[in-house]
């Protein structure tokens, strides 16, 4: 597997087709949205003392509620559009680098489509690892409470295997149009023949996501703290404060966490390519056979 131009391809993509960093922003494991301001100041909940029911639902009806019901709208807002842009990317690299004509709305029309299928997989992979992990816990307290400890190397273990194997499912599923049992099946066999592949993948993405973190937390602190300062000076409505900050600092967002999300997204989905068709410039191509040297008669 080439590695090397796995990594400068996906930069070359998330660079070169802006129009992808939407995609990227939701789709991406680094979005970079503005919900960096403090409300808890605000709040001040640790000098309030409840005396009674009443005096707990005034609090949440004056302070929490403004605060929760933005944040559980935009919450199914994100998760909605991550359901819809995941495929969309996929179907935008899969056009740029293995022939076919990409278009910003071609793409986004494929992640329509693949919603339901999109979103079964990820319902499917939350309640596998979530029951996985109360199963081996439920294991280890009648063993004994040690084992605990025991189990969270086996959690680590089963949490690369569920999510590499999703990771591939999930492209197999955009890129062949496949079902969610034929996705989970193409992904495990992938998974299974190339685990030395998938483990070196997964330290390449650790190692570049530590990096990128850290340059994304300096600069998201650096552009995003004016405009706090101005949403500051604004209003000191809690919910404002927080849907203001959010709607001002997208551009922002769409920068940063838009074009780490394409490079990461891209990064897995060029690895996927270089498995499953060696005639990819990111297989290793294997040597040509020698010819066939002619008989002497």
Not at 201 to 213: P, Q, R, W
Request: charged share 10%; proline share 5%; net charge negative.
């Amino acid at each position: 597997m080439k590695y090397g131009k796995i990594i400068e391809d996906s930069f070359g993509l998330g660079w070169k087709y802006k129009s992808l960093w939407f995609f990227g922003l939701f789709a991406g494991s680094f979005a970079e949205f503005n919900f960096n301001y403090k409300t808890e100041q605000q709040l001040d909940i640790d000098s309030i003392e409840f005396e009674s029911f009443e005096q707990l639902f005034a609090f949440f009806s004056e302070y929490l509620a403004p605060i929760l019901l933005p944040v559980i709208f935009l919450t199914l807002v994100l998760s909605a559009m991550r359901i819809i842009c995941s495929p969309a990317l996929i179907d935008g690299v899969n056009k740029i680098t293995r022939g076919g004509t990409y278009k910003f709305w071609g793409s986004y029309s494929r992640g329509l489509d693949f919603f339901w299928r999109y979103l079964g997989l990820n319902v499917l992979f939350a309640a596998v690892m979530v029951g996985m992990i109360i199963i081996l816990f439920g294991i280890a307290v009648m063993i004994h409470w040690l084992m605990i400890f025991l189990m969270f190397p086996v959690i680590m273990i089963f949490g690369f295997v569920g999510s590499t194997v999703f990771g591939l499912a999930e492209r197999s599923l955009v890129v062949r149009d496949n079902s969610i049992g034929d996705a989970l099946e193409e992904g495990w066999v992938l998974f299974k023949n190339n685990i030395g592949k998938c483990i070196v993948i997964m330290l390449i993405v650790f190692g570049l996501a530590m990096g990128l973190a850290i340059v994304l937390s300096l600069l998201g602190l650096m552009f995003y703290f004016p405009i706090n300062f101005i949403v500051g000076g604004i209003t000191e409505n809690i919910a404002l404060t927080f849907v203001l900050a959010f709607i001002l600092g997208l551009p922002v967002s769409v920068f940063l966490g838009g074009f780490a999300g394409t490079f990461f997204h891209s990064l897995y989905t060029l690895f996927y390519f270089g498995l499953v068709d060696p005639s990819t410039p990111y297989a290793d191509q294997p040597p040509a056979a020698p010819a066939p040297t002619p008989t002497q008669p």
